[in-house]
């Protein structure tokens, strides 16, 4: 089923919760990359999903339960770079192609306790956590 209307908006029913929580472009990168990529794959809606959400790494990150832009473009892990049918491990919408600053930023932003000693990867992987505590708490 599309995730566009006819107007080129995200159909709110259709996208993942973190994503109605999210802004318009957010939901928008998603659901044209889905869309375009239900078509690509033959209706492979697993295929479609993982395409979207690399699209959407590239323009967006995942803090707290919902995505928010980045300041700059570009794939946010090494699966997002490499794209449909990469075996990398994904950071789950954590930009880890970001700087450590931004990364401890967000850490303080989501109130990870023991940020101050923990190496850029230890931070990659707590953000991680704390997202999906935090959107499994939003529904």
Same mark, same amino acid.
């Given at each position: 089923?599309?995730?566009?209307?006819?107007?080129?908006?995200?159909?709110q029913s259709e996208i993942?919760?973190?994503?109605?929580?999210?802004?318009?472009?957010?939901?928008?990168?998603?659901?044209?990359?889905? +869309?375009?990529?239900?078509?690509?794959? +033959?209706? +492979?809606?697993?295929?479609?999903?993982?395409?979207?959400?690399?699209?959407?790494?590239?323009?967006?990150?995942?803090?707290? +339960?919902?995505?928010?832009?980045?300041?700059?473009?570009?794939?946010?892990?090494?699966?997002?770079?490499?794209?449909?049918?990469?075996?990398a491990p994904t950071a789950?919408?954590v930009d880890a192609n970001?700087?450590?600053?931004?990364?401890?930023?967000?850490?303080?932003?989501?109130?990870?306790?023991?940020?101050?000693?923990?190496?850029?990867?230890?931070?990659?992987?707590?953000?991680?956590?704390?997202?999906?505590?935090?959107?499994?708490?939003?529904?």
């Amino acid at each position: 089923m599309p995730k566009t209307s006819r107007s080129g908006a995200a159909k709110q029913s259709e996208i993942p919760a973190t994503l109605q929580r999210s802004d318009a472009k957010a939901q928008r990168t998603y659901a044209h990359a889905y +869309d375009a990529a239900i078509e690509q794959y +033959d209706g +492979d809606e697993e295929a479609a999903h993982r395409v979207a959400f690399a699209a959407l790494k590239h323009t967006h990150e995942k803090v707290g +339960d919902r995505w928010r832009p980045k300041a700059e473009n570009g794939p946010s892990d090494q699966r997002a770079e490499e794209g449909y049918g990469s075996t990398a491990p994904t950071a789950e919408g954590v930009d880890a192609n970001a700087s450590k600053a931004h990364l401890y930023g967000v850490a303080r932003e989501l109130e990870i306790v023991g940020r101050s000693r923990m190496s850029k990867a230890e931070l990659v992987e707590a953000i991680e956590k704390e997202n999906a505590r935090r959107s499994r708490a939003a529904g």
